[in-house]
């Protein structure tokens, strides 16, 4: 159990049916473990310290304040994805587990060193992959990784046998020889992934993979990301506005205004929205809203044009809506929600819960 | 220390190899001090003489090693330039969550950019006899260490500057607000002894003054009695070199400031 200041209560986390496939090969991507990572941080993940440890995190841009009292665990060998629209705080919160801007207020342990006073040795242990490109356009593929490892204090042979294994495993050992900026967004994000691989970290921390990519690259990058977690054992974090990003992770942290409003694996997400969603097209769906409020007691809210109801057990109301009403229904659609509608749900809660409470969110900085 | 110099070097040899990828960068910075040079000497050279220049020295030939100095100073403004943009999306990113202190990163970065600073200047050193200056191999070889030297304070004070501003356009502002009028003061346009006292004093504050009055008198290594009104060289190489160390403090007092580590 992993419990949270955010008042959110996360089981241990998922390992089976909310990860992508490692068997899918991505086009391009080695998946055989040859040159992998040793499993480290699998071995070690039951004695070692947790990933990451926060508790009470404030950090504030002048009067702004980006992440307002956050607390969270995230275990070894997890796929965690911190979830929320942009201005939320993600990136701020990416900023502080890099290791990229001190902290400010609250305590935080990664890798089980302090984030205060242990620095350079924590640095040495973590990989991290920035929203805007960090490879040099004007040095080779090669040239970005031998950088890189040489950096972390590492070359010689032992950056030569490094680097090739990384350029293998990322599929990118025909394009070695050119100029990072030649290469298309998706391939430029597999070469910072390789440099930030490089020196064989046990956690890897990822601000918004995926922007700039096309759906398909975007996919091909988070199953290789999967399969990283299950063959080498890093643990991975990764800061998302994409829904579907969010959904493939162990568990998900949903930033809204700076705070940590859920933590949960995705399933037990969208279980807080209560059931299924079902959505009527209807000729005249005012009426149909009406008639469906009488007879069967259930509300239906109107929501541009298309009815919605949210019931448990949304088929047997399906069943029944269409044998009351079969003649005035164009189409139903049903469906278990999805982390957008676990978003407005939670975030939507709380800003109604924020109004009642003399809507003290933004004047009170 | 193994692992600093491997550090620091590998950030050295990037700057080295960006800048050979970007050759319109490497003629400018060396054109362009040529250029005013060549106008603002011939054009003034018969009919302009400071107050304080040794006999016997044209004003074209005066102002030669100032110009030395402004090629320094252009490459090196040049060269840290990129720290501004490229550390919050670029290269520079990944180097800060390297194990890497700030002062080895900006020692890898200062000794890149007095490198790229520092050749052009050796080449226009070639344009000597073109300013009635018979260079010996000895004053060739001083100069250019001398050279080496002021190229890495103003590497310094570009990249104290990079790291604490913000913007590109307030690096150019800054720069034109204190580098050019440092390099002004620094005795590259008119002798100190020629000034009125209220510049004089200026001038005598200005830390660069010493490297110019050194780089100055190894220009004429052996036959510097006939410049006059200068800092004895032992005086300007300390004074040179101890601005040289505190620019660089500066600079990495900066950066570990501008990312808190």
Excluded at chain 1, 142 to 171: F, K, T
Excluded at chain 2, 186 to 210: C, V
């Amino acid at each position: 159990m992993v419990r949270t200041r955010a008042g959110a209560v996360a089981t241990a986390p998922l390992m089976d049916d909310n990860c992508p496939q490692s068997g899918i090969n991505p086009v391009g991507i080695s998946m055989t473990a040859s040159t992998a990572i040793p499993a480290h941080a699998s071995a070690a993940s039951v004695t070692a310290a947790p990933a990451v440890e926060a508790s009470e995190l404030r950090f504030s841009y002048g009067d702004r304040a980006a992440i307002d009292g956050v607390s969270f665990t995230i275990a070894r060998g997890e796929f965690f994805a911190l979830l929320g629209p942009n201005g939320g705080g993600k990136t701020t919160l990416f900023k502080i587990i890099s290791t990229l801007v001190p902290l400010q207020t609250g305590d935080a342990r990664i890798l089980g060193h302090d984030l205060r006073r242990d620095t350079l040795a924590l640095r040495r242990r973590i990989g991290v992959v920035f929203q805007h490109p960090g490879v040099d356009g004007k040095l080779t593929v090669a040239e970005n990784l031998a950088h890189h490892g040489r950096l972390y204090g590492i070359g010689g042979a032992r950056l030569r046998e490094r680097s090739a294994a990384m350029l293998a495993r990322l599929g990118l050992s025909d394009r070695a020889g050119d100029l990072a900026e030649t290469l298309s967004g998706g391939l430029k994000r597999r070469v910072e992934l390789a440099t930030a691989l490089l020196h064989e970290p046990e956690l890897l921390v990822l601000d918004e993979p995926s922007t700039g990519l096309d759906p398909a690259a975007r996919r091909d990058f988070l199953i290789y990301l999967a399969h990283l977690r299950e063959t080498a054992g890093v643990t991975i974090v990764l800061t998302t506005h994409y829904m579907e990003e969010a959904e493939r992770c162990d568990r998900i942290g949903v930033l809204h205004q700076g705070r940590l409003v859920a933590i949960a694996p995705p399933a037990e997400l969208k279980a807080r929205v209560g059931g299924d969603i079902v959505a009527i097209n209807a000729r005249d769906p005012e009426a149909l809203r009406r008639k469906i409020a009488e007879r069967m007691r259930i509300n239906a809210v109107l929501v541009d044009g298309v009815l919605r109801v949210e019931r448990p057990r949304g088929h047997d109301f399906v069943r029944d809506v269409v044998e009351a009403f079969g003649d005035e229904i164009e189409s139903v659609t049903f469906g278990k929600p999805t982390l957008e509608d676990v978003f407005v749900h939670l975030t939507g809660h709380r800003f109604f819960a924020g109004a009642a409470g003399a809507g003290d969110n933004g004047d009170a900085r | 220390m193994r692992e600093i110099a491997m550090q620091a070097g590998t950030l050295w040899l990037r700057e080295i190899t960006r800048f050979m990828r970007q050759r319109s960068r490497v003629i400018g910075s060396f054109l362009q001090p040529l250029v005013f040079w060549l106008l603002l000497g011939a054009g003034l050279r018969a009919s302009f003489r400071p107050a304080g220049m040794p006999a016997g020295m044209d004003y074209f030939q005066y102002l030669y090693p100032g110009f030395i100095v402004l090629v320094l100073l252009f490459t090196a403004i040049f060269a840290t330039i990129s720290t501004v943009e490229d550390r919050r999306e670029g290269f520079l990113q990944g180097v800060l969550v390297a194990p890497i202190s700030r002062a080895t990163i900006v020692i890898g970065q200062a000794l890149g950019g007095a490198t790229l600073a520092w050749v052009p200047s050796v080449i226009f050193l070639v344009l000597a006899p073109f300013a009635g200056i018979h260079l010996t191999l000895g004053a060739a070889l001083a100069a250019a260490a001398m050279m080496a030297v002021i190229a890495f304070a103003l590497t310094c004070i570009g990249l104290a500057i990079a790291w604490k501003i913000e913007s590109t356009q307030g690096f150019h502002a800054i720069m034109n607000l204190i580098l050019v009028p440092i390099w002004l003061l620094s005795g590259a346009f008119w002798p100190i002894a020629g000034a009125p006292a209220a510049l004089q004093w200026i001038m005598r504050l200005n830390p660069l003054t010493y490297g110019m009055a050194a780089l100055r008198q190894t220009l004429y290594l052996g036959a510097t009695e006939a410049l006059g009104g200068l800092p004895s060289l032992a005086f300007a190489i300390t004074i040179a070199i101890a601005f040289a160390l505190a620019t660089f403090a500066l600079a990495a007092r900066t950066a570990r400031r501008a990312t808190a580590f």
